[in-house]
């Protein structure tokens, strides 16, 4: 049974930190590409992130300097470090195994101005 955990969201003051994890089991985590969405009321989900097996990284350019994408594969968690949080970042965010239908149940970060 494949299970993909977020934990990490909460409420968080505009400028301040938030480090989210997704805890994977049920796949073969190391060999494929994770990425890290969001969604906001009434708009679509937007990739946030993502990083391959090798470790490359792609951010979307509205977080890009403040967000690192990041993944153990021994612990089969990939993580999101987001900095200077910005009320706009307020979102559910879902981590995916890509190529695959599966995905988290979220994680809500709100950001207060």
């Known amino acids: 049974q494949v299970q993909l955990v977020e934990s990490g969201g909460g409420l968080v003051q505009a400028g301040g930190s938030l480090r989210l994890s997704c805890a994977a089991s049920g796949i073969i985590f190391s060999i494929n590409t994770m990425g890290w969405y969001r969604q906001a009321p009434g708009k679509q989900r937007e990739l946030v992130a993502f990083?391959?097996?090798?470790?490359?990284?792609n951010y979307a350019d509205s977080v890009k300097g403040r967000f690192t994408i990041s993944r153990d594969n021994a612990k089969n968690t990939v993580y999101l470090q987001m900095n200077s949080l910005k009320p706009e970042d307020t979102a559910t965010y879902y981590c995916?195994?890509?190529?695959?239908?599966?995905w988290g149940q979220g994680t809500q970060v709100t950001v207060s101005s």
């Open positions: 995916h195994y890509w190529h695959t239908d599966y």
């Open positions: 990083i391959t097996s090798g470790g490359s990284t």
